[in-house]
């Protein structure tokens, strides 16, 4: 039978069930909304960003899916533009061969929405998905990652993403109890805190609802950007909304000045992570030259709440140095940033301009699902 | 199917599949031609799309497999094509 690729409706909502257990009982830790209305990004007259779904049919049943996310974003040559995010693709393929052609239909399909289109996370470049893109010729970066460990014994112990081996958790547990982990954690991470120039006093005020004062530290900063998605209030309202209890929105302050923000949340809990508590900078944004005031903030509001540790991912070298001179330790990262052809046309050259694109887990793949 | 069309999907194809053109037939399909996989395939979909300025409909690109079958295909899309 022909497989045909429909937008998602409340109808497929048992046959995306039916799918959604075929690929757990096939391994697959992702699987596709349960439910065809999503209230998080719904496409509502005249909003942006909004999301909408999409399912390949056989004969009526699900056999892969894929969401759209259309968002503003803002470019070196000071244009907006509207582009695509694609993300959570399911293909039946990764458990049948004989669907092995759906993730390339899915794909296929969203570039005809959208020419200009990116995947952000995707799980590490060892994922079907960026090899697909790498394949086609898609501009690919790692986005890195970084962390900062505020108990380092819990950490060193439950830390199951880094304990891949007997001798790695021997060598872990040894550090754990010895004190020598804790001892050399703080001293890298204090030194890298050490080396940072003295940030200015700046004071933070938890808010609930992004509002106009955003706009200014938007326009202020965006030039210095290759690549960021719009951040005014409007957008932020939508991809951060008041009624998300589990987000703190923070707003960095100079002598009673607005000079940045920044959403921050704990993660829920994962099986990489152990029994964890990861706290993230979700997203952040600053006055040119008060990046690292704000990761500072962000990272104070953060070690309140008796976390093990604190992780970001960020794309832009400022934010990177920020980051480093808060005390974070730059280590692997499984984020992935591909852009399709015609993105990476208006990011060129590339190596140069990776560094330049503001991307943060705000970006990609999780919310709001992970916090 | 024309010489022509032959030759133009037989030299994408040949680039793509990294093989050489000579050894590309109108027979020549994902079954012998062992780097003509899925992706390789919706590879394939956009470089014809990009040489020829169409759009291939879902069905059109299940008919798409054998070499032969696309130049015959991108034949008469293009003959059906508004100038």
Known sequence: ?371 | MTSTAFEQVRGIASDLFAVPSQEITADSSPETIKTWDSIQHLSLVLALEEKFQIQLSPDEIEQMTSIGAIARLLESKLANTPK
């Open chain 1, 1 to 371: 039978m022909p497989i045909v690729i429909e937008p998602y409706r409340k109808e497929h909502e048992p046959a995306v069930e039916a799918f959604n257990q075929r690929l757990q009982a096939g391994g697959e830790a992702i699987i596709f909304f349960r439910q065809a209305e999503q209230q998080y990004l719904a496409k509502v007259e005249g909003s942006n960003p909004y999301q909408v779904q999409f399912v390949a049919l056989e004969d009526g049943t699900v056999r892969g899916g894929y969401a759209l996310k259309r968002q503003s974003f803002s470019f070196a040559d000071g244009t907006v533009r509207s582009i695509g995010y694609y993300h959570h693709c399911l293909s039946e393929g990764v458990i049948n061969q004989a669907y092995a052609r759906v993730g390339s239909m899915l794909l296929l399909h969203a570039m005809r929405q959208e020419q200009m289109l990116f995947c952000l996370g995707m799980g590490g470049y060892g994922r079907p998905l960026p090899n697909m893109l790498i394949r086609l010729g898609w501009s690919h970066c790692l986005i890195p990652f970084y962390m900062r460990v505020l108990r380092p014994y819990r950490f060193l112990k439950q830390m199951e993403r880094l304990r891949t081996s007997s001798m790695r958790r021997i060598a872990m547990d040894v550090g754990a109890i010895s004190g020598a982990g804790w001892t050399g954690l703080k001293a890298l991470q204090g030194g890298q805190r050490f080396r940072a120039p003295r940030v200015a006093p700046f004071s933070v005020e938890q808010f609930e609802e992004f509002s106009d004062w955003i706009d200014h530290l938007w326009e202020s900063a965006r030039g210095n950007y290759g690549m960021a998605a719009v951040r005014d209030a409007k957008t932020l309202r939508i991809l951060y909304p008041a009624n998300f209890p589990h987000l703190t929105r923070l707003k960095v302050m100079r002598d009673g000045a607005p000079v940045g923000w920044a959403v921050v949340a704990e993660r829920r809990k994962n099986p990489r992570w152990g029994n964890l508590r990861v706290g993230t900078v979700v997203d952040c944004w600053a006055a040119p030259g008060d990046e690292v005031t704000v990761i500072r903030a962000a990272t104070e509001a953060l070690e309140q709440r008796s976390l093990d540790v604190i992780v970001s991912n960020q794309s832009h070298q400022a934010w990177c140095t920020a980051l480093e001179h808060s005390g974070f330790l730059k280590t692997s990262s499984n984020f992935v940033f591909a852009g399709s052809k015609k993105l990476a046309e208006l990011l060129q050259p590339f190596d140069q301009q990776k560094s330049r694109m503001h991307l943060v887990r705000g970006d990609g793949d999780g919310l709001p699902w992970a916090y």
